[in-house]
């Protein structure tokens, strides 16, 4: 990874991804950008990976931008578009660029584009841009005590990192608003209260491991199937969501995974799927 400011560490079909600045809280800078973006890149083809795991080393998540880069806002300056990207690809990027195209857009919602689910787990600081990488995931395990703002407020500056289109489907337009409009902290349970957040864990990182081990042993397919569908859910309209659900289940049945699956479950023993090629 570039200057390994991101980590991956697959293992046991488990890609366990860290940013990894924690003398920084993570900060995002150039470099950081760009490895956000690399190690999403790979994920989308990566053999073998059924779940994601993307946390923060040290004790934040991502405390949002390196202050420099403010400093260089300040004279009218944006470090993001300089940053050195590599190109998008994917099942999930049907144009050359994809919906995503600054810096910082392709650092948070290259994590919706991974064909796997995401898990984010979520310490301390996610604030700004880092919470803007935290909606990018299909799922946000966060400690009771985290802290997450929408933070640009206070910079002056609106969310363009995504979160202004994705921020409002979790929590509702009127709460995405309040929280846009006043730069307010919120600690994790509040989160969970407000849909920004899945679930608290005293320990964020070891109960999205053990639940990205637990979607691993299910089928591959059908967990794609079902990523794709439920992405689909508010964005198309009814007729072409059940349409594609069809589309699905007609690809799923009689599918050696799914035959698999069956046995497995009739036999009373773990599933032995095969990857996607």
């Not at 995503?100 to 994590?111: E, F, L």
């Not at 898990?119 to 946000?140: E, P, W």
């Not at 439920?230 to 069809?246: K, M, S």
């Not at 589309?247 to 095969?274: D, K, M, W």
Request: with cysteine; charged share 25%.
């Amino acid at each position: 990874m570039t200057e390994q400011r991101v980590t991956v560490t697959i293992t046991d079909a488990v890609a366990d991804v860290r940013l990894n600045r924690p003398e920084k809280r993570n900060a995002l800078d150039g470099a950081m950008f760009a490895g956000l973006v690399t190690a999403g890149e790979r994920l989308k083809s990566e053999p073998g990976v059924r779940a994601v795991v993307l946390s923060g080393a040290g004790q934040d998540f991502c405390a949002g931008l390196d202050f420099g880069w403010f400093r260089a806002m300040r004279d009218g300056e944006r470090l993001s578009a300089l940053v050195d990207l590599p190109p998008g690809h994917g099942p999930a990027r049907p144009g050359p660029q994809g919906p995503a195209s600054s810096a910082g857009q392709r650092a948070a919602y290259v994590w919706a584009e991974i064909p796997v689910p995401v898990i984010a787990a979520v310490t301390g600081n996610a604030l700004g841009g880092g919470l803007q990488i935290a909606l990018g995931a299909d799922i946000r395990i966060v400690a009771p005590d985290a802290r997450m703002s929408v933070l640009e407020i206070r910079w002056g500056l609106v969310p363009d990192m995504t979160g202004t289109q994705l921020l409002p489907e979790l929590v509702g337009r009127d709460v995405a608003k309040e929280l846009t409009f006043t730069g307010r902290m919120v600690s994790g349970e509040e989160a969970v209260a407000l849909g920004l957040a899945t679930r608290v864990d005293p320990d964020p990182r070891q109960a999205a491991l053990e639940l990205a081990r637990s979607i691993a042993g299910r089928s591959p397919d059908a967990i794609r199937a079902a990523k794709r569908l439920l992405d689909l859910a508010g964005r198309v309209d009814l007729e072409t969501g059940f349409a594609a659900e069809q589309e699905e289940i007609g690809a799923l049945v009689g599918h050696p995974n799914q035959a698999e699956a069956v046995a497995a479950e009739f036999e009373q023993r773990p599933p032995r799927f095969t990857d996607p090629g």
